[in-house]
């Protein structure tokens, strides 16, 4: 089952507008990462955010956690043609032994960037 | 560029046929995954690898196998291929200098099963 939700499934903005992107979860997590993936090409990660942070920049991304509410946002600042992607959230978990690690995707956002 | 490619990169087979897709990694990460992406579901796990020979079911295991017999090599393996298993496979290493979060994934095998 999907561990992350995000929300909306698709948005579309003009150039230079922002985009915010959100990611809910259900149980608790070590990390939260967001990653992009370009028509036709795998996954790239963008950033990652510890449970103990509240917000993380890099770059025109800006992602902010709560925990208390599970749930995560991106926002893309300035947007551009070029940030036209899906944009996926990961949360993480290790098993009980902790020697095992693995990501549970949302199904994404579809960004459109209109020029 | 993380220096992981899949083969091959598209593939159709026929029902009840069995299939191998490969990963292969030049980094020497200790993790490697397969996931699969349907529309509608997104990314899923199917079965991963935490060193050689050492693999885990993911949430989507059933019809498939895999092996891995060297750091660098990930195989899954459709015993025998059903219609439902059409989908985009992506291969995903991570690990290299003990950090495990971050995935690098491949460019992706699209398999059509008719």
């Known amino acids: 089952s999907q561990q992350g939700e995000e929300d909306p499934q698709a948005l579309s903005i003009q150039e230079g507008e922002n985009a915010t992107m959100n990611c809910s979860y259900k149980?608790?997590?070590?990390?939260l990462q967001w990653y992009r993936q370009n028509s036709g090409r795998g996954l790239v990660h963008l950033i990652l955010?510890?449970?103990?942070?509240r917000e993380k920049h890099s770059g025109r991304l800006r992602v902010t956690l709560d925990t208390s509410k599970k749930s995560s946002s991106l926002l893309i600042t300035a947007s551009r043609a070029a940030d036209t992607a899906s944009y996926f959230c990961?949360?993480?978990?290790?098993?009980?032994?902790?020697?095992?690690?693995?990501?549970?995707f949302g199904k994404g956002t579809l960004l459109t960037v209109n020029p | 560029d993380a220096g992981i490619t899949q083969s091959p990169r598209h593939k159709v087979t026929e029902t009840g046929t069995p299939v191998t897709l490969r990963c292969h990694q030049t980094?020497?990460?200790?993790?490697m995954y397969w996931y699969r992406q349907d529309p509608g579901h997104g990314l899923r796990l199917i079965h991963y690898?935490?060193?050689?020979?050492?693999?885990d079911k993911g949430e989507v295991s059933d019809g498939y196998s895999v092996s891995r017999s060297k750091t660098e090599d990930f195989l899954l393996t459709l015993e025998s291929a059903t219609s439902s298993q059409t989908s985009v496979y992506f291969c995903?290493?991570?690990?290299?200098?003990?950090?495990?979060?971050?995935?690098?994934f491949g460019p992706g095998t699209r398999l059509t099963v008719t």
């Open positions: 980094e020497n990460h200790r993790y």
């Open positions: 149980t608790s997590i070590n990390n």
């Open positions: 955010i510890r449970s103990n942070e």
């Open positions: 995903a290493i991570s690990g290299k200098g003990g950090r495990y979060y971050e995935q690098y």
């Open positions: 990961a949360t993480d978990a290790w098993n009980s032994g902790g020697s095992n690690y693995k990501l549970t």
């Open positions: 690898s935490y060193g050689v020979k050492d693999t």
